[in-house]
C-alpha cells in the first residue's frame, strides 16, 4: 500500500471516530435537570437567555452581578417562568465576594453542579485611549474574576468526582481585533486558563468546554464603554453586532453553549463567520494581522472625548440606532439591557 492510500485510510478512519464519540457523547449527554448551575453575569444579555434556557430545562439556577437592581428584575423575570431561582448581588472581581457568594449558592441550592463563566466588560476605542486601568479592569474582569470563581467550586467538584465549567471566552480571544485591545487580551488569557484546565481536571471527572462567540445580537453594546470618538465607535460597533449574517440570536448561542456544556465539548466557537475566521488566522497569521491593520485605518481615529469612557447608550447618533441596528435594539429590550426608566 502506498503511503497516499495510507493516509487517506487513515483520515477516514479518524473522521469515522470523531463522528462515533460525537455521536455517543450527544446520545448520552449531560441534563440539567434538577441540577444546580451558576450563570456568572446572568442579569442580563447572553447570561440572561442561558438562565431563561437552563430554568425551561429543570435547573436550579442561581446568577450574580454587580447591579443589585439589575440582579432583582433577571430574578424577577426567572421565576416568572417558574424556576427555582437565586440572584445575588456581587463584584466578581472581589475574591472575598465571590467565596461569599458561592457560599450562598451551596448553603441555599446545594453543591454547584455546573458554573457558568459569563460575566464581562467591553472598552471599544483606539489603542491610544486605552489606560492601564482598562487593561485591569478587563483582566480583573475576564480572568480573575474566572480563576476566583473556579477555585471556590473546585474542591467539592473534586471531592464528588464531577462537574462542569463553562468559561465564555470570545473570537477576540483567537483573534485579537483592532479598537478591542484590552478585551482582547484578557479573552486570549482566559482561553489559555480554559484549555489548560481542560486537561489538568479531566483526571478528576471535571470536564471544562470554553467558547468563544463571535458577534451576539445581546444588546449589550449600550452597556458597553466608548472611548475617543465615542460616537463613531458606538455606530460601527452596534451595526455590527446586529447584521442578521454576520452575528447570531442570543437565544441561538445559548442554545448551542448548554449544547457544547452537555456534551462535554472542549471548544465551541459560535457563528461560521467566527470559525471561517479563526481557520483562516490558524493558516495564516501574518496576513490575518495585515488584513486587521488595513480595517483599523477604516475605524475612527484618536480624539474625541480622548481616555474618558461613555457608555454606548450615552453615544447615540443617526447612525446607531437606525434601522441597521433593529435587531440589536429589539434584544436590549429583552435581555434587562435597557432600564424601566429608559423605555419609551
Known amino acids: 500500500m502506498d503511503a497516499r492510500k495510507l493516509a487517506l485510510l487513515l483520515g477516514a478512519a479518524g473522521a469515522s471516530a470523531w463522528l462515533a464519540v460525537r455521536a455517543y457523547r450527544t446520545i448520552t449527554a449531560y441534563s440539567f ?6 450563570v456568572t453575569g446572568g442579569s442580563r444579555g447572553l447570561g440572561l437567555v442561558l438562565a431563561r434556557q437552563l430554568v425551561d430545562v429543570g435547573a436550579r439556577v442561581a446568577i450574580c452581578a454587580r447591579d443589585e437592581q439589575e440582579v432583582e428584575r433577571a430574578r424577577q423575570d426567572l421565576t416568572g417562568r417558574g424556576g427555582t431561582v437565586l440572584a445575588i448581588p456581587c463584584d466578581l472581581t472581589d475574591q472575598r465576594q465571590v467565596g461569599e457568594m458561592v457560599g450562598r449558592v451551596r448553603k ?17 476605542g483606539p489603542a491610544e485611549t486605552m489606560t492601564l486601568d482598562d487593561y485591569r479592569q478587563a483582566m480583573d474582569t475576564h480572568y480573575w474574576a474566572c480563576v ?15 462537574g462542569r465549567i463553562v468559561n465564555v471566552s470570545s473570537i477576540g480571544g483567537k483573534i485579537s481585533m483592532p479598537h478591542l485591545l484590552p478585551y482582547s487580551a484578557s479573552k486570549f488569557a482566559l482561553v489559555g486558563l480554559s484549555e489548560g ?19 451576539m445580537r445581546t444588546g449589550s453594546p449600550r452597556n458597553a464603554s466608548f472611548k475617543g470618538k465615542h460616537r463613531q465607535e458606538y455606530a460601527w460597533f452596534a451595526i455590527s453586532d446586529a447584521l442578521p449574517v454576520a452575528s447570531t440570536s442570543a437565544e441561538r448561542a445559548a442554545r448551542q453553549i448548554l449544547g457544547a456544556c452537555r456534551r462535554g465539548d472542549a471548544e465551541t466557537i459560535l457563528t461560521l463567520p467566527a470559525q471561517l475566521a479563526v481557520w483562516f488566522h490558524g493558516l495564516f497569521p501574518g496576513l490575518t494581522s495585515d488584513l486587521l491593520g488595513v480595517t ?13 469612557a461613555v457608555q454606548g447608550k450615552d453615544s447615540e447618533s443617526a447612525a ?5 441596528t433593529t435587531l440589536s435594539d429589539r434584544a436590549a429590550r429583552r435581555n434587562n439591557e435597557i432600564q424601566p426608566s429608559e423605555m419609551s
Open 148 to 162: 476566583y470563581t473556579i477555585l471556590a467550586v473546585l474542591p467539592e467538584m473534586r471531592e464528588r468526582g464531577a
Open 33 to 38: 435537570r434538577d441540577k444546580n448551575v451558576l
Open 108 to 124: 441555599e441550592l446545594g453543591p454547584i453542579d455546573v458554573l457558568i463563566n459569563n460575566a464581562g466588560v467591553i472598552q471599544v
Open 197 to 215: 484546565l481542560r486537561a489538568e481536571l479531566m483526571k478528576d471527572g471535571i470536564v471544562v468546554t470554553t467558547v468563544c462567540p463571535g458577534l
Open 296 to 308: 483599523n485605518r477604516l475605524l475612527p481615529g484618536p480624539g474625541g472625548i480622548g481616555t474618558a
Open 320 to 324: 446607531a440606532p437606525s434601522v441597521l
